[in-house]
Every structure is written in structure tokens, then in C-alpha cells.
């Protein structure tokens, strides 16, 4: 055992001692060691019951004859984090949870991980950590947050609670209409209700092969959940035995099939940013043309929030994750042949799944439209490329040309939008946001959620070097590359000039010549560093452009 370098022999007696003093007995330490990896805290909704997840996963581990031991990993909750400095250190903590754990893992010489996520950041951190320390490992989420229910019983989440707000400053809604989704929109634990970031990735780690069916949909507050966790600590049992490995799992073919599976569900726009990210650590670059290319053969098959009204228990009723990659095999999308948690094939796991509902998944043939949920947009705005969640904009803004108005942070631009200074047409740009600009490349819910709760989505457009929110809907277009900070062309971008969207095309342009293009930048000057110490300093120096899924050099 991979373990026995801390624990076999007269040279490790000092080890052994080490273990006896956390109360280990030498029967357990005879037993393969599990590191479990549990995100619980008492800041994130969705992490304040991973503690009792975490106590279920080593049920399992020690029902299948290992010793598991629990060690921590952070999280930040984006909701709370989101408006003001604290977005900043969203993105960077990514980083932060791959190298934290590896640390971890290396140091202690475990035989098999247990990796217990559920936000944003905290699941592609973890997954990369898996990619790079390479020992057995199996992913257990805490799982989704319900829905939650009006005072009229229509059914709310998280982003109309964000959209109330901009419905507050539009005069359509008073304080106690606000208050009333305060109290309503987040009534459970869990990840945000619905296709957001936490819950796209995971369900793109079922998808990829990490975690078990359900991992993705299960809600947080069923008993089906600890089940969940019980299993999971049983499997990893199974992956050290038959020594199997995340690298063995995550190939070239099983992110495809994850960017297939993100296609039809309709994931965040952040998964560019995450699988790019986690491929990575597994030797493999995801160039974002591909994304286009899958998005080209893959039907959007769901609808959830924002996109619609449907919400991830919903999901789960109609079969979950391995519903909507058995609709995607009918038609021979998914390569069904690769390694999975379970130590067998995505096709035997496939066997025997139905889709139960065929109003929420709908069937290969009869899709929401014939394109997947994602697109990259290219032009002179954006040579590297820039992304939107197609499957979330209205059929009016899938084309739009309009005037810019251009702010160079998110503060600027959310002080304009309140004040009422942004009109149908426009084409809102939030630059110096990016990886290196901003630093940290913060999601703008509340820009998007203010021109949605004002009834402009369908009138106005965003762009931003920065990044979106998957509770975002409407025309939000970010991840433009090369960044403003990188003299990208968002930088010579001026008041007025006339922005041409073309998301079917996958175009975006800036209608200004190339010769008046060449001498904005001739005469450009890069802004000082917003933040030139501590760790977002250091990061800054480091990462690379979302293309590249902001990755670290």
C-alpha cells in the first residue's frame, strides 16, 4: 500500500507513533488509509451539512475494510462574496484547494481520497487536485438546495432574489416584496437550486466519471444524499483494490463526453473556464473551438433555472444525469466505453436508466433547439475567443447590434444601471475584470440581475472580460480574451461604438477600422494594479487568459 511509506517497517516506528497519538489503533493502520477531503464550513449554505456527509462517507469506508481520516478544504460562497472586493477571491481559491489538498495528500501518503465538495470553485478545485496527485478517488457533493416557494406558492431560487433587487430600483417592486424572496429564495441547505455553477459541475462530475449517479442531482437535504455518501465510501474501497486512478477516468474521451453532457443541460458558462482547467492537470488541452464543434452536433435538452422553471429535484425526478447521457447515447454522442468510479464502463452504468420525464429531459429528437446550451463567440472584440449560455437568451437577443457603454469595473457599471443611465439598445462593457485585470475575474450577478429585473434582458446586451454568474440570463457575454489588462481590443473599446452580436454565427465584433483600432492602442497606457500585494498580487503574475481556463504558470 501506497500508505505503508508512513506506516510499515522500524523506520516509520516515529510515524506509527504519530497515529497512535490521534488515537489510531494498529488494526486500523493495517487497513488502507482514505484521506476524506471535507469542504464543511459554517459561511456556505451549501456546505453546512457536509460535516454529516463526511460522517456517512467514512461509515462506508470502514464497512469496506479502510481506515478513513478526515482532513479539511476550503470554500467561498459566491452569493455572499458576490458585489463587492470578496468576488475577487472567488476564482483564486480554485488554485488555492488544488494545492492545499495536494499537499495534504502527498504529505500523508494516503492509499485512496474521498473528495466532498459542493460550490463553485470548491468542486473544479478539488477535481484538479484529483487530476494531479493521481491515487484512487471518488467525488460525494453535499448536494442541491430545494427550490423555494412564494408566499403564492410559485416556486423562486436564488437568481429571482437577485433580479428582485433590480426590480426594486425599476420601482416594479417595494422592500417587502424584496424581503418576501429574502425569505423564500434559499430554504435548505444545498448548492443554489438551479444550473448554476456549483450544481453544472457536479453533474459534469458524474458525467466525466468521478462521481456516482446522483452525485449531481440528489438534493442535499434527502436521505437518498447519506446513502449517497455511504456508497461512495464503499467504492473508493473498490478503486484501491482495483487500482484505479482519476487519470485512468478523465481522459480526452471522457471530457468530451462532459462538454457533450454540458451542452444539453444548459451548464454555466463558467464550465469553460473549469474543464479547460481540470484537463490541465491531466496532461490534455480543451482548445475552446471544440466547444463549438460539440455544441454543433449536441440538442440543449434541458431547461432549468435561469434558463427556465424547472429546478435541479426536478432534474433528479426525470432520472438525473445518467438520464440525459442515455438520451445523448441514442443518437451516439457519448463515447460509452470509458472507465468510471464505479469500475466499469459509462455504457453498463448506462443500462436499464429511462428518462422518467419527458417535458424536463427532453427526447434527443424533440430538444429545446439543435444547438447546445454554450457558445463561443469570436471577432476582432474577441480573437481568443468569449462565451455565453445560449440556452438562457431570449430569441430577440440572439442577434443585436447597439451603442457601447463602457465602464471599467462592475461598481461603475452597476451605479449607471441603478440610476436608470442604461437604455434599450445598449450594449453594456465591463472591462479591466479579467483573470489579470480584475484580479481574479469576478462574477457580475448583480449588473445581469439588475438589467434583467428592470425588464431590459431582451433589450440589452452585457460584455465583460470578466465572468458571469450561471444564475445569469440574457445576452451576458464574458470571458472576452485577450483581456482589457492584456491589451485586448475591450480596451480601445469607446463610448458609442457600435457592438455587432451574432451568438448562431458564434461572431461578435467591434464595428470600428482597424487603422482607428491601431491608434487607440498606440495610444493606450495599462491602468495601475487595483490590488498590489497578498496573494491576488501573486496571482495576477500567474495566471493565464480564460481561453486557457485562467490556469496558473
Request: glycine share 10%.
Amino acid at each position: 500500500m501506497r500508505s505503508d511509506n508512513v506506516k510499515k517497517g522500524v523506520p516509520t516506528a516515529p510515524n506509527r507513533s504519530l497515529f497512535y497519538a490521534l488515537g489510531y489503533t494498529k488494526e486500523e493502520l493495517e487497513r488502507p488509509l482514505i484521506g476524506v477531503v471535507c469542504s464543511y464550513n459554517e459561511i456556505v449554505p451549501g456546505h453546512m451539512n457536509l460535516d454529516k456527509i463526511a460522517e456517512a462517507v467514512k461509515a462506508g469506508v470502514r464497512a469496506a475494510g479502510g481506515t478513513p481520516i478526515e482532513f479539511p478544504a476550503i470554500a467561498v460562497c459566491d452569493g455572499i462574496a458576490m458585489g463587492h472586493v470578496g468576488m475577487k477571491y472567488s476564482l483564486v481559491t480554485r488554485d488555492l484547494i488544488a494545492d492545499s489538498t495536494e499537499a495534504m495528500a502527498m504529505a500523508h501518503q494516503f492509499d485512496g481520497l474521498v473528495m466532498i465538495p459542493n460550490c463553485d470553485k470548491n468542486v473544479p478545485g478539488l477535481l484538479m487536485a484529483a487530476a494531479r496527485v493521481n491515487i484512487p478517488t471518488i467525488f460525494c457533493s453535499g448536494g442541491p438546495m430545494l427550490a423555494g416557494r412564494l408566499n403564492d406558492g410559485r416556486r423562486t431560487c436564488l437568481s429571482h432574489m437577485f433580479e428582485a433587487v433590480g426590480g426594486y430600483y425599476a420601482g416594479k417592486l417595494d422592500e417587502a416584496g424584496v424581503e418576501e424572496y429574502e425569505n423564500c429564495a434559499c430554504p435548505t441547505c444545498g448548492s443554489c437550486s438551479g444550473m448554476y455553477t456549483a450544481n453544472s459541475m457536479n453533474c459534469l462530475t458524474e458525467a466525466i466519471g468521478m462521481g456516482l449517479a446522483g452525485n449531481g442531482t440528489i438534493p442535499a437535504v434527502w436521505s437518498a444524499r447519506l446513502r449517497l455518501a455511504k456508497h461512495a465510501g464503499m467504492q473508493i474501497m473498490e478503486l484501491v483494490k482495483k487500482d484505479i486512478k482519476p487519470r485512468d477516468i478523465m481522459t480526452e474521451a471522457a471530457f468530451h463526453n462532459a462538454e457533450t453532457v454540458d451542452m444539453a443541460l444548459g451548464c454555466s458558462t463558467n464550465t469553460m473556464l473549469h474543464l479547460p482547467a481540470i484537463a490541465h492537470e491531466c496532461g490534455i488541452e480543451l482548445d475552446l473551438d471544440l466547444s463549438n464543434e460539440i455544441s454543433s452536433k449536441t440538442p440543449n435538452l434541458c431547461h432549468l433555472a435561469p434558463a427556465g422553471d424547472t429546478y435541479m429535484e426536478d432534474l433528479e425526478g426525470a432520472g438525473g444525469v445518467h438520464a440525459v447521457m442515455m438520451e445523448l447515447t441514442k443518437k451516439g454522442l457519448l463515447d460509452t466505453s470509458v472507465m468510471t468510479c464505479t469500475g466499469k464502463t459509462l455504457g453498463e452504468n448506462l443500462e436499464g436508466v429511462t428518462n422518467r420525464d419527458h417535458n424536463l429531459i427532453r427526447p434527443i429528437d424533440s430538444p429545446y433547439s439543435a444547438d447546445g446550451g454554450i457558445a463561443v463567440l469570436k471577432g476582432n472584440l474577441a480573437p481568443e475567443g468569449c462565451v455565453v449560455k445560449r440556452s438562457a437568451v431570449s430569441a430577440e437577443m440572439m442577434r443585436h447590434q447597439g451603442p457601447a457603454r463602457v465602464f471599467n469595473s462592475e461598481e461603475e457599471a452597476i451605479e449607471a444601471i441603478y440610476a436608470g443611465k442604461i437604455a434599450a439598445g445598449d450594449v453594456v462593457v465591463i472591462r479591466y475584470e479579467g483573470p489579470k485585470g480584475g484580479p481574479g475575474m469576478r462574477e457580475m450577478l448583480n449588473p445581469t440581475s439588475a438589467i434583467a429585473g428592470m425588464g431590459l434582458d431582451k433589450d440589452v446586451a452585457l460584455i465583460t472580460d470578466g465572468r458571469f454568474s450561471g444564475a445569469t440570463r440574457g445576452a451576458s457575454i464574458g470571458h472576452v480574451c485577450p483581456e482589457a489588462a492584456q491589451g485586448g481590443a475591450i480596451a480601445f473599446v469607446e463610448e458609442g461604438d457600435q457592438i455587432a452580436i451574432d451568438i448562431p454565427a458564434c461572431k461578435i465584433e467591434l464595428l470600428v477600422d482597424d487603422e482607428t483600432l491601431a491608434a487607440r492602442k498606440a495610444a493606450w497606457v495599462c491602468p495601475e494594479p487595483k490590488i498590489k500585494t497578498g496573494y491576488l498580487a501573486r496571482y495576477a503574475k500567474l495566471v493565464t487568459s480564460a481561453a486557457r481556463g485562467a490556469v496558473l504558470e
